[in-house]
């Protein structure tokens, strides 16, 4: 594996360094939502460095759904490409950490029900998707073994 390379987004360092710094039991809210993260430990697609992102905490029985919403912009994060040449991710939910693959949804009827537990988990998802005219990515990330 390639070395750690930190997020260009100050909070997101932060929140990172909160979260595994304390062994899972801190920074384990999304900033001032209140609402739980995860921190997904992914590969760089281009760097092959290990890159690790803050997402909405949504379970979904053994697994994880995971957004690319980036907020509604107009292009997918970076992470999103990572996993679509990487799928394998470790996942650590407080204290918590697990090796998973994600492998991005295209069957529709999944994607909705994955979807809807997404947006029940965190609202603001409906809204970014009507903000933009991609349609946002969700994968699902499964235990590995």
Not at 12 to 28: N, P
Not at 36 to 50: D, M, R, S, Y
């Amino acid at each position: 594996m390639g070395e750690y390379i930190p997020s260009p987004a100050q909070w997101v360092r932060e929140q990172v360094e909160l979260y595994e710094g304390s062994g899972g039991t801190e920074g384990l809210t999304l900033r001032d939502t209140g609402l739980p993260v995860i921190v997904v430990t992914h590969v760089g697609n281009k760097t092959g460095a290990i890159r690790k992102t803050p997402l909405m905490r949504v379970a979904d029985g053994n697994g994880y759904v995971l957004v690319g919403s980036q907020g509604g912009a107009p292009k997918n994060p970076v992470w999103v490409y990572n996993l679509r040449a990487n799928p394998a991710v470790t996942i650590r939910d407080a204290t918590s950490v697990q090796e998973m693959r994600a492998r991005e949804v295209a069957d529709d009827s999944e994607r909705a029900r994955l979807w809807a537990l997404a947006v029940a988990a965190y609202p603001p998802y409906a809204d970014y998707q009507n903000k933009t005219a991609r349609r946002i990515p969700v994968f699902r990330a499964e235990p590995s073994a």
